[in-house]
């Protein structure tokens, strides 16, 4: 069972929310989560570029923002595969090259038993990936972690960044190539991923300073504008995102 505090943060992740609190009413936080555990600003952009907003109000309050990630990654410590499970999920494509590249995952992964959703083909080149999680793999299944799950269709089974993964390459059906982007252009590749070891951060007593996730807000209300954001406040946020990832892997 998950603490009140778990059951929050992983809510919040999959946008479960509700009221006007500008930082809790989120329901795509999951893109500001995510996009800070890549390197560079290169993922902001293609969000952007698809119309996805990078809300700025994520970035106002650090402590607020490592406390979601210290929860989510709490989840995962007590939470694991019952039995050997097969999901899948559709990927951009120039994020899954980051994560075939690193052999691990880079950010939070979303996959689901229901096949490949059609709710995530909204993205320009995209890979199919299978995923195989072995039994006692630390994942969410959220059908059996949370006590009502608001968004049971899409079946989500969810993986958290620094799994060990590993590729095979497979050859494209007939009916996954009518599997279009955004662009209506037909998968990459496709790809059977198997989960392996996972580190999970505690980010006990962490803390970040401020300056650079102000940047980061000037950077993500230029980019949702469609402008090109200050070179300053794009050097800074990349610095404070290192920050960051170094926090996550110490």
């Given at each position: 069972?998950?603490?009140?505090?778990?059951?929050?943060?992983?809510?919040?992740?999959?946008?479960?929310?509700?009221?006007?609190?500008?930082?809790?009413?989120?329901?795509?936080?999951?893109?500001?989560?995510?996009?800070?555990?890549?390197?560079?600003?290169?993922?902001?952009?293609?969000?952007?570029?698809?119309?996805?907003?990078?809300?700025?109000?994520?970035l106002s309050d650090t402590e607020r923002l490592l406390g979601v990630y210290r929860e989510l990654f709490s989840a995962f410590r007590e939470s694991s595969a019952?039995?050997?499970?097969?999901?899948?999920?559709?990927?951009?494509?120039?994020?899954?090259?980051?994560?075939?590249?690193?052999?691990?995952?880079?950010?939070?992964?979303?996959?689901?038993?229901?096949?490949?959703?059609?709710?995530?083909?909204?993205?320009?080149?995209?890979?199919?990936?299978?995923?195989?999680?072995?039994?006692?793999?630390?994942?969410?299944?959220?059908?059996?972690?949370?006590?009502?799950?608001?968004?049971?269709?899409?079946?989500?089974?969810?993986?958290?960044?620094?799994?060990?993964?590993?590729?095979?390459?497979?050859?494209?059906?007939e009916e996954e190539l009518q599997i279009c982007d955004c662009n209506g252009q037909p998968p990459k590749g496709s790809f059977e991923v198997r989960c392996g070891?996972?580190?999970?951060?505690?980010?006990?007593?962490?803390?970040?300073?401020?300056?650079?996730?102000?940047?980061?807000?000037?950077?993500?209300?230029?980019?949702?504008?469609?402008?090109?954001?200050?070179?300053?406040?794009?050097?800074?946020?990349?610095?404070?995102?290192?920050?960051?990832?170094?926090?996550?892997?110490?």
């Amino acid at each position: 069972m998950l603490t009140n505090d778990q059951l929050s943060a992983v809510r919040y992740y999959i946008g479960d929310v509700s009221g006007s609190d500008p930082f809790w009413s989120q329901p795509k936080a999951y893109l500001v989560l995510n996009s800070l555990l890549y390197p560079g600003i290169s993922t902001e952009k293609a969000r952007a570029a698809e119309g996805k907003l990078l809300d700025p109000e994520l970035l106002s309050d650090t402590e607020r923002l490592l406390g979601v990630y210290r929860e989510l990654f709490s989840a995962f410590r007590e939470s694991s595969a019952e039995k050997e499970l097969i999901t899948y999920r559709v990927e951009r494509w120039s994020d899954h090259l980051i994560s075939r590249s690193a052999g691990r995952t880079t950010s939070f992964t979303s996959t689901s038993t229901a096949g490949f959703l059609k709710d995530y083909r909204d993205r320009a080149g995209i890979a199919l990936l299978r995923f195989v999680i072995p039994e006692g793999t630390p994942c969410l299944d959220m059908a059996r972690v949370l006590p009502e799950y608001a968004k049971s269709q899409e079946a989500e089974v969810l993986l958290p960044p620094f799994m060990e993964l590993s590729y095979k390459e497979l050859p494209l059906t007939e009916e996954e190539l009518q599997i279009c982007d955004c662009n209506g252009q037909p998968p990459k590749g496709s790809f059977e991923v198997r989960c392996g070891a996972a580190r999970l951060p505690e980010l006990a007593g962490k803390s970040l300073p401020q300056e650079g996730a102000d940047a980061g807000k000037r950077l993500y209300t230029a980019l949702s504008s469609g402008s090109s954001p200050s070179p300053a406040d794009a050097s800074a946020y990349i610095r404070w995102k290192e920050q960051f990832q170094r926090i996550l892997t110490e």
